[in-house]
């Protein structure tokens, strides 16, 4: 790592440590220039753009692992990683020791990746030429490429994290791109350019608008049109620029500047002739790229230290700490309750691997909410969770999903949220909303609810309150994947464990069938490779029995069984198998007469990842855009990445495997179908993906994801994502200018709507929050099959608009009476830059110090809500026929 006391200035960009240039050297590329892995189906042995950026990190990141000594293990060497295949599971098996998974650091690497890969598909950066180093706009690109960058270092030091790697993703796609794009690599240079990551430092030698820098080409492949000159340039793209007589285009074959004199091009994107005219010189620009990305990794890691880049990339195998409580005279005990399991965690968990890397709370009453309080210090977290007493009253509907959207805006992704309440929520109207920002930000909630009608002092109720008044908690932890716990004070502790032991990363395992049938059994599988199994029966059961697959049975009795351990904590079940559990099909049966829960759960190294995407087949960088949730009627692919198989074991041993994944309907269970899966790249990486036809996307709504497989001696392998998915009815693209504002600016976002399947009539409402003015000219719309609609937002942001505060705007589509089906939401997230902010990338931080911004410490008090938000109503709207030509994240 460049040293931290040392100038940027006067810093060399050439010098790399000596362990990532021996890795450098040692490990093969594993695959673009073009967007991702399944780019390479239109050009075979290619890199990547997402190749490029999980090399540099894993770089870097083993590089942050040799330097610091691991927790209570020995000294990683480097000479036990030369000639391997890097990989994240080996690299966390080594760190954190067997068993640490690498599930969020994974998912984090996966984040950068895809807003890497967007540049090529949004519709606000695909044909940008800064944003790609085309049309001899270098100096341009190298400005956009360092605002970029400064952009991730401010969100990464205000803790928004997603957002710091949407544009870390930005700033790599362009930096690599300068590598394929620019002719760097035809003058002979043999390392990255010394001054593009260094605003201090002008790019010399540039060719002007009247040097002729390019001879005519004909052939696919143009290895010699390049003039002898030795100056640096880059290809023209289509028509906007036009090409000047003389100059090089980018070449391929869709590329229409190409066919006007000189014709041909320079790009070295891919191993295709057919996309890149200098597709011989791809491996030479693809190792330039990887040593510029390492060293714009490393870069951030000399800025932000190693905490702070360790939070950026979320390499820790432990989750965060996320609190949502209500604050009202009678949650007196519940508060208590999360304060000892919030100081058990932190006293038990401190300084080893597994301590909380974040901590989010959010109190809530009536009619406020918020602030939220974020920190990474446990310390801080405790004394601001300490001085939450239970005062005042209201009556019984309190701002629940308010808080709780507040809480998912602020957590990081794959995490846990546990909400405190003994009464129902007071803005419903939120529920739909917070499901699918859960799925969006992939976080399972809990209700721990403690309702007692009995109970009366310390609560006021202005009515009575239906029996359904806590139907929008259960639709919101069905959704998450998560549950809602109902108990009383006496035992509130008791069930608040639950909070310790969802943080262990546990995997929930399929039930068949999903919910309890009267007088039929509840199936699921245990394999070798799970452990600390545990069934949680709650809500008024008669009576249960557990039987293992050699048929031994234990009841409902508390104490130790035959089969494990019982604690019953009034109407909540908790019994924990003994290790090792009996592999092969287990059965639980239940006799109650209301809907009794049942979840089983266990601790894994094998489990996996997963998201969407659109096939781009026709354009001039063929790859997979991801989405948020499929579409209905639209084809998509689904795209696994398996966690935990690594490349443990002796060579030529079998791997576990997954052969298909299985769609069922939510909650019925009812399958809809199963669709094989076909490995992506090399089998240790765990890269699957399955194609996902339109018909059996054709019902909107949610359903659940199952993975069906082996284990390495032929016995089954059955898993679960951890949440529900959602067939959405219509594709909703919400997309601005890179994500940061300043006091007193506005910003213009555009909209699309398209739907795939039927004739809709739609209606939009657009809040954001907070509640700064917005207006918009659209405001509902009919669609016809494969038509689009589009619209423009205004955002303003008031003078008094608070530094390093989030803004997100938030569209809601919904069907008319005809066009019934769930919402479609998309989110959009902005980070308001304080004034006079200094430039990050010429302040560097000091590791083992706090991680500061120049506005906000690393805890922060931001975004006090109360009931209410924009909403925009305006009677103009526009459709256009046709087949959409670009599909767009609905949540970028």
Same mark, same amino acid.
């Given at each position: 790592?460049?040293?931290?006391?040392?100038?940027?200035?006067?810093?060399?960009?050439?010098?790399?440590?000596?362990?990532?240039?021996?890795?450098?050297?040692?490990?093969?590329?594993?695959?673009?220039?073009?967007?991702?892995?399944?780019?390479?189906?239109?050009?075979?042995?290619?890199?990547?753009?997402?190749?490029?950026?999980?090399?540099?990190?894993?770089?870097?990141?083993?590089?942050?692992?040799?330097?610091?000594?691991?927790?209570?293990?020995?000294?990683?060497?480097?000479?036990?990683?030369?000639?391997?295949?890097?990989?994240?599971?080996?690299?966390?098996?080594?760190?954190?020791?067997?068993?640490?998974?690498?599930?969020?650091?994974?998912?984090?690497?996966?984040?950068?990746?895809?807003?890497?890969?967007?540049?090529?598909?949004?519709?606000?950066?695909?044909?940008?030429?800064?944003?790609?180093?085309?049309?001899?706009?270098?100096?341009?690109?190298?400005?956009?490429?360092?605002?970029?960058?400064?952009?991730?270092?401010?969100?990464?030091?205000?803790?928004?994290?997603?957002?710091?790697?949407?544009?870390?993703?930005?700033?790599?796609?362009?930096?690599?791109?300068?590598?394929?794009?620019?002719?760097?690599?035809?003058?002979?240079?043999?390392?990255?350019?010394?001054?593009?990551?260094?605003?201090?430092?002008?790019?010399?030698?540039?060719?002007?608008?009247?040097?002729?820098?390019?001879?005519?080409?004909?052939?696919?492949?143009?290895?010699?049109?390049?003039?002898?000159?030795?100056?640096?340039?880059?290809?023209?793209?289509?028509?906007?620029?036009?090409?000047?007589?003389?100059?090089?285009?980018?070449?391929?074959?869709?590329?229409?500047?190409?066919?006007?004199?000189?014709?041909?091009?320079?790009?070295?994107?891919?191993?295709?002739?057919?996309?890149?005219?200098?597709?011989?010189?791809?491996?030479?620009?693809?190792?330039?790229?990887?040593?510029?990305?390492?060293?714009?990794?490393?870069?951030?890691?000399?800025?932000?230290?190693?905490?702070?880049?360790?939070?950026?990339?979320?390499?820790?195998?432990?989750?965060?700490?996320?609190?949502?409580?209500?604050?009202?005279?009678?949650?007196?005990?519940?508060?208590?309750?999360?304060?000892?399991?919030?100081?058990?965690?932190?006293?038990?968990?401190?300084?080893?691997?597994?301590?909380?890397?974040?901590?989010?709370?959010?109190?809530?009453?009536?009619?406020?909410?918020?602030?939220?309080?974020?920190?990474?210090?446990?310390?801080?977290?405790?004394?601001?969770?300490?001085?939450?007493?239970?005062?005042?009253?209201?009556?019984?509907?309190?701002?629940?999903?308010?808080?709780?959207?507040?809480?998912?805006?602020?957590?990081?992704?794959?995490?846990?949220?546990?909400?405190?309440?003994?009464?129902?929520?007071?803005?419903?109207?939120?529920?739909?909303?917070?499901?699918?920002?859960?799925?969006?930000?992939?976080?399972?909630?809990?209700?721990?609810?403690?309702?007692?009608?009995?109970?009366?002092?310390?609560?006021?109720?202005?009515?009575?309150?239906?029996?359904?008044?806590?139907?929008?908690?259960?639709?919101?932890?069905?959704?998450?994947?998560?549950?809602?716990?109902?108990?009383?004070?006496?035992?509130?502790?008791?069930?608040?464990?639950?909070?310790?032991?969802?943080?262990?990363?546990?995997?929930?395992?399929?039930?068949?069938?999903?919910?309890?049938?009267?007088?039929?059994?509840?199936?699921?599988?245990?394999?070798?490779?799970?452990?600390?199994?545990?069934?949680?029966?709650?809500?008024?059961?008669?009576?249960?029995?557990?039987?293992?697959?050699?048929?031994?049975?234990?009841?409902?009795?508390?104490?130790?069984?035959?089969?494990?351990?019982?604690?019953?904590?009034?109407?909540?079940?908790?019994?924990?198998?003994?290790?090792?559990?009996?592999?092969?099909?287990?059965?639980?049966?239940?006799?109650?007469?209301?809907?009794?829960?049942?979840?089983?759960?266990?601790?894994?190294?094998?489990?996996?990842?997963?998201?969407?995407?659109?096939?781009?087949?026709?354009?001039?960088?063929?790859?997979?855009?991801?989405?948020?949730?499929?579409?209905?009627?639209?084809?998509?692919?689904?795209?696994?990445?398996?966690?935990?198989?690594?490349?443990?074991?002796?060579?030529?041993?079998?791997?576990?495997?997954?052969?298909?994944?299985?769609?069922?309907?939510?909650?019925?269970?009812?399958?809809?179908?199963?669709?094989?899966?076909?490995?992506?790249?090399?089998?240790?990486?765990?890269?699957?993906?399955?194609?996902?036809?339109?018909?059996?996307?054709?019902?909107?709504?949610?359903? #659940?994801?199952?993975?069906?497989?082996?284990?390495?001696?032929?016995?089954?392998?059955?898993?679960?994502?951890?949440?529900?998915?959602?067939?959405?009815?219509?594709?909703?693209?919400?997309?601005?200018?890179?994500?940061?504002?300043?006091?007193?600016?506005?910003?213009?976002?555009?909209?699309?709507?398209?739907?795939?399947?039927?004739?809709?009539?739609?209606?939009?409402?657009?809040?954001?929050?907070?509640?700064?003015?917005?207006?918009?000219?659209?405001?509902?719309?009919?669609?016809?099959?494969?038509?689009?609609?589009?619209?423009?937002?205004?955002?303003?942001?008031?003078? #008094?608009?608070?530094?390093?505060?989030?803004?997100?705007?938030?569209?809601?589509?919904?069907?008319?009476?005809?066009?019934?089906?769930?919402?479609?939401?998309?989110?959009?997230?902005?980070?308001?830059?304080?004034?006079?902010?200094?430039?990050?990338?010429?302040?560097?931080?000091?590791?083992?110090?706090?991680?500061?911004?120049?506005?906000?410490?690393?805890?922060?008090?931001?975004?006090?809500?109360?009931?209410?938000?924009?909403?925009?109503?305006?009677?103009?709207?526009?459709?256009?026929?046709?087949?959409?030509?670009?599909?767009?994240?609905?949540?970028?």
């Amino acid at each position: 790592m460049l040293p931290a006391d040392v100038p940027l200035s006067h810093q060399n960009p050439l010098v790399l440590p000596l362990p990532l240039l021996l890795l450098l050297q040692l490990l093969p590329p594993t695959a673009s220039f073009f967007p991702n892995i399944w780019s390479l189906l239109a050009a075979p042995g290619s890199v990547t753009h997402q190749d490029l950026t999980e090399e540099a990190a894993l770089n870097v990141t083993l590089q942050l692992f040799l330097e610091q000594l691991p927790p209570g293990r020995p000294p990683l060497r480097l000479e036990d990683f030369l000639g391997r295949t890097l990989l994240a599971d080996d690299l966390f098996a080594a760190y954190f020791g067997p068993g640490f998974p690498s599930r969020r650091f994974r998912a984090a690497l996966g984040e950068v990746s895809r807003a890497n890969a967007a540049q090529d598909f949004l519709p606000t950066s695909r044909n940008d030429p800064d944003l790609h180093f085309d049309a001899e706009r270098l100096g341009q690109g190298r400005m956009r490429l360092v605002g970029a960058l400064r952009e991730a270092l401010v969100a990464a030091r205000a803790l928004e994290h997603t957002l710091a790697r949407q544009r870390l993703g930005a700033a790599l796609h362009a930096l690599q791109d300068f590598y394929s794009h620019s002719n760097w690599v035809e003058l002979g240079q043999q390392q990255p350019h010394p001054h593009l990551l260094w605003p201090r430092q002008e790019l010399q030698s540039l060719a002007q608008v009247d040097d002729p820098t390019c001879s005519d080409c004909e052939e696919l492949s143009c290895p010699g049109n390049l003039l002898g000159f030795t100056l640096l340039t880059s290809g023209y793209f289509g028509t906007h620029p036009s090409k000047p007589p003389g100059k090089c285009s980018h070449g391929g074959r869709f590329d229409r500047s190409s066919s006007q004199p000189p014709r041909g091009g320079i790009n070295k994107d891919s191993t295709s002739p057919g996309f890149s005219p200098h597709h011989t010189l791809h491996l030479q620009a693809a190792k330039l790229a990887l040593q510029a990305s390492i060293q714009a990794f490393s870069l951030l890691r000399n800025r932000l230290g190693d905490r702070g880049f360790s939070r950026l990339l979320d390499i820790s195998p432990a989750s965060s700490l996320s609190f949502v409580l209500d604050t009202t005279g009678s949650m007196g005990e519940e508060i208590n309750a999360a304060k000892i399991q919030a100081r058990h965690i932190v006293e038990q968990r401190r300084g080893s691997p597994m301590e909380p890397v974040h901590y989010i709370l959010v109190p809530f009453h009536d009619p406020g909410f918020g602030p939220v309080f974020t920190t990474s210090d446990p310390d801080s977290f405790w004394q601001q969770l300490n001085e939450i007493h239970a005062l005042g009253g209201g009556d019984e509907p309190e701002m629940c999903l308010s808080a709780l959207e507040l809480a998912l805006l602020h957590t990081p992704p794959l995490s846990d949220i546990f909400v405190f309440t003994d009464a129902s929520p007071k803005d419903a109207m939120l529920t739909s909303r917070v499901e699918s920002l859960t799925q969006e930000r992939r976080c399972r909630v809990t209700f721990l609810v403690t309702e007692d009608p009995s109970r009366v002092q310390g609560r006021a109720r202005r009515e009575v309150l239906s029996p359904l008044r806590f139907e929008p908690y259960e639709a919101v932890a069905l959704a998450s994947g998560g549950e809602v716990i109902f108990t009383k004070d006496q035992h509130i502790q008791d069930v608040a464990a639950i909070v310790g032991d969802s943080m262990a990363d546990l995997v929930t395992l399929p039930l068949e069938p999903p919910l309890v049938v009267s007088g039929r059994p509840l199936v699921f599988s245990v394999d070798a490779l799970l452990q600390k199994v545990t069934v949680r029966i709650h809500r008024e059961v008669s009576s249960f029995w557990i039987r293992n697959p050699a048929g031994v049975s234990q009841g409902q009795e508390e104490g130790e069984g035959p089969l494990g351990h019982t604690c019953r904590f009034g109407q909540f079940w908790i019994v924990t198998l003994n290790d090792p559990p009996q592999t092969g099909t287990w059965e639980i049966q239940v006799t109650a007469e209301g809907t009794p829960r049942v979840r089983v759960q266990a601790q894994t190294t094998l489990d996996f990842l997963f998201y969407f995407g659109i096939p781009m087949e026709d354009g001039p960088h063929p790859g997979l855009y991801p989405l948020t949730q499929p579409v209905a009627g639209l084809q998509a692919q689904l795209l696994v990445e398996v966690i935990g198989v690594g490349s443990r074991g002796k060579p030529g041993d079998p791997r576990p495997h997954f052969s298909h994944v299985v769609l069922r309907g939510v909650p019925d269970g009812a399958e809809r179908g199963r669709v094989p899966l076909e490995p992506m790249g090399p089998q240790e990486r765990g890269l699957l993906a399955a194609s996902l036809p339109p018909a059996l996307l054709s019902i909107v709504g949610p359903f #659940s994801l199952e993975l069906v497989g082996q284990d390495g001696e032929g016995r089954g392998l059955h898993r679960a994502a951890p949440q529900p998915c959602t067939v959405v009815p219509v594709l909703l693209e919400l997309v601005g200018s890179p994500g940061f504002l300043a006091p007193g600016s506005k910003a213009l976002l555009s909209l699309r709507i398209t739907s795939f399947s039927g004739p809709q009539d739609l209606d939009l409402r657009i809040s954001v929050s907070p509640s700064f003015p917005l207006t918009s000219n659209l405001s509902r719309v009919r669609l016809e099959p494969n038509e689009s609609a589009w619209g423009g937002l205004w955002l303003e942001v008031p003078d #008094s608009a608070a530094p390093d505060s989030v803004v997100t705007v938030t569209v809601t589509v919904t069907g008319r009476e005809a066009s019934p089906g769930p919402p479609t939401h998309a989110f959009l997230r902005f980070l308001v830059l304080g004034p006079g902010l200094q430039d990050p990338l010429a302040a560097p931080a000091h590791s083992s110090g706090p991680i500061l911004t120049p506005t906000s410490p690393a805890s922060t008090l931001v975004t006090q809500g109360r009931a209410g938000g924009g909403r925009v109503d305006n009677p103009w709207w526009g459709t256009v026929g046709g087949v959409l030509l670009l599909l767009g994240l609905a949540s970028w």
